[in-house]
């Protein structure tokens, strides 16, 4: 058992180097891929778009950054097949890919499916896409419901896999990719203080945010996110003292902390970035109390609060 134990860490530390040193290699660009999917209403097609550009904002902050974001009209399966096509035409091996997909999902107990304006795509086509990009080191990122039903379909050796549930069954609106985002923001989210923010440090701080929400609003959480990175594994909810689990994603820079983090510096912005999650948790909550309110109340409340957080978002913006 010894033996064994020691042949799994002497692989395990073979792993992690090849990815620090590929991590190390000057390469020519990340790639990143944000896709903002069908919202199905105007709430959900605003906060969808609202995440997704701001992912926009902070990518394109990241020197030699390759950056392409899909909102609208623009986020339909043609779209992505050929913006990931390109990308797979442009990337090297030595390149990262970062694809990050928020909005609805839908599990059949079969097939995971990503909705989009038009054809949904499935999580094995989306598979077939990116195994077709060079880059050695991928990390794909589902926030959306049911995208624990992606998982198996999605993982690969060298690819990092996040999902905001458990599980396909797990079927109500996520509120993970706001807190991913703002991972991406938060210094507070480099943990190892390396100046850089990684894939597994963006997840922890998410996934702990999450669970804060639901707390705050006093509510069971219907989410809770998971990863895989090994390739042949099941996903899990942390990485383990020992093993593989969470070591491509350790070393995976998302970001660097940098002028991308300016805003968060700065304390009229700091302000701005509380006023705007807390006018997330006040959609968050008015539609979960839409069942038990006056039809035109609720439509006047969520109103207000969305014409707020838009005024908000353009301050920010500015």
Known sequence: MRKASCQLLVVSCQLVLGWVMAAGTARATTFYVTVAGLG????????????????DKIFKSVAGAHVTTLTGKQSTKVRLTETLAQ???????????????IGHGSFDGVEYKFNLVGPDISAADLAALCDKVPAKRQLIVDTTSASGGAVAALERPGRAV???TKSGTE???TVFARYWVEALQDPTADTDKSDSISALEAYAYADRKTAEFYASQKRLATEHAMFEDTGK?????AAPSEGREGALMATFTVVRIGAAQAAMNDPAKRDLMAKKEELEQKIDALKYQKAAMEPGEYKKELT???LDLAKTQEELDK
Do not use: C, H, S
């Not at 709430?43 to 701001?54: G, P, V």
């Not at 990308?87 to 997909?101: G, H, I």
């Not at 594994?233 to 909810?237: E, F, M, N, P």
């Open 40 to 55: 199905g209403e105007p709430d959900y097609e605003q906060r969808f778009t609202a995440n997704a550009m701001d992912l």
């Open 171 to 173: 079927k109500n609106a």
């Open 233 to 237: 594994g099941d996903a899990v909810r």
């Open 87 to 101: 990308v797979a035409q442009e990337a090297k091996p030595e390149d990262d890919l970062v694809l990050t997909l």
């Open 162 to 164: 996040i999902v905001a």
């Open 304 to 306: 207000a609060a969305l």
